[in-house]
């Protein structure tokens, strides 16, 4: 009895220390794969989102240097409940230089109960 | 007759012999988990400043990094320097704030404060360690040359950034 009790405190101590508020992006080294279309290049990603207060992320596809880069994907912003996994596609048009590939929380504005800790997590391409 | 017997037991000893060597394949791949552990406050201790100062009524913002392998990431955290909500400022708000590892899963973490790279107000770490480590965010903002803020909402975001090397 007192052992269960242990470990439902240990989970409840996890739990409200943070451990349910998290943010990954996986993998660290995605590799771009040539699509159907010549020249074009595609990859996947995948985000967990552990984070109770945000459910809006955005995409974003940088260079090296962090400069914008042009990419297709479904959707640039999107919604992703708590708990849940999302796989998103980008698709690189040609002579595009990509290095980066993020996934921005969304931070809801005026909503004062809300975290005011953005998060963003990248993977690279080497 | 012999044949019989001799082929249903050479192929249950094949058999054998293949689950035996069955494999269990398993790899250890880098990850970086973001965790925002405690979201941050601030305290009005004067009519002209906000701060995140305990000792002022503040709660300072505290954000966990997680990596599961050494040297596959760093952390980027930048205090803010603007407010993203507030009511309308006519003066200049002046941001001051730093960021600093508070807790640490390895004593190996222990030198990531004299190593990290500061520009702006970024403060850029490499994770050489794995485990976890807390960093704790402070910041100050201070109107005019001690104006009071109006009252109203003020917000302000640390944004905290994890980036493959």
Redesign the interface.
């Known amino acids: 009895m007192y052992t269960t009790l242990k470990i439902f405190v240990v989970f409840f101590l996890l739990g409200a220390?943070?451990?349910l508020?998290?943010?990954?992006?996986?993998?660290?080294?995605p590799k771009l794969e040539q699509s159907y279309v010549p020249n074009v290049y595609q990859t996947k990603v995948r985000m967990w989102n552990?984070?109770m207060?945000v459910e809006y992320y955005k995409v974003e596809v940088t260079d090296s240097e962090w400069n914008p880069v042009p990419f297709i994907t479904n959707e640039r912003t999107f919604r992703i409940k708590y708990m849940e996994r999302k796989e998103i596609e980008t698709v690189i048009p040609p002579d595009a230089k990509v290095t980066?590939i993020?996934t921005r929380a969304m931070?809801e504005?005026?909503n004062?109960q809300?975290?005011?800790?953005?998060?963003?997590?990248?993977?690279?391409i080497k | 007759m012999m044949y019989k017997l001799l082929v249903p037991l050479a192929t249950s000893i094949l058999a054998t012999g293949a689950y035996a060597n069955t494999e269990i394949i398993g790899s250890v791949?880098?990850?970086?988990?973001?965790?925002?552990?405690?979201?941050?406050v601030y305290g009005n201790p004067n009519p002209y400043q906000l701060t995140t100062a305990p000792t002022s009524g503040g709660v300072k913002?505290?954000?966990?990094y997680?990596v599961l392998v050494a040297d596959?990431?760093k952390a980027v955290i930048d205090h803010p320097v603007e407010f993203?909500?507030a009511p309308t400022l006519d003066d200049v708000v002046n941001w001051t704030g730093d960021v600093t590892v508070s807790e640490v899963s390895d004593t190996n973490m222990s030198d990531y404060d004299t190593n990290k790279v500061e520009y702006n107000n970024s403060h850029e770490y490499d994770l050489t360690v794995s485990g976890s480590t807390w960093f704790t965010v402070s910041s100050t903002a201070d109107y005019g040359s001690t104006k009071s803020f109006p009252a109203g909402?003020y917000?302000?975001?640390?944004?905290?950034?994890?980036?493959?090397?």
Not at chain 1, 114 to 124: A, D
Not at chain 2, 156 to 162: K, Q
């Open positions: 220390s943070g451990s508020m998290a943010h990954e992006l996986l993998p660290t080294y552990g984070r207060d980066y993020c931070l504005k005026g004062p809300k975290s005011v800790i953005s998060s963003k997590v990248c993977s690279k | 791949d880098s990850k970086c988990i973001i965790i925002s552990e405690t979201p941050g913002p505290i954000i966990r997680d596959y990431y993203t909500s909402q917000t302000a975001v640390v944004e905290a950034e994890c980036i493959p090397l």
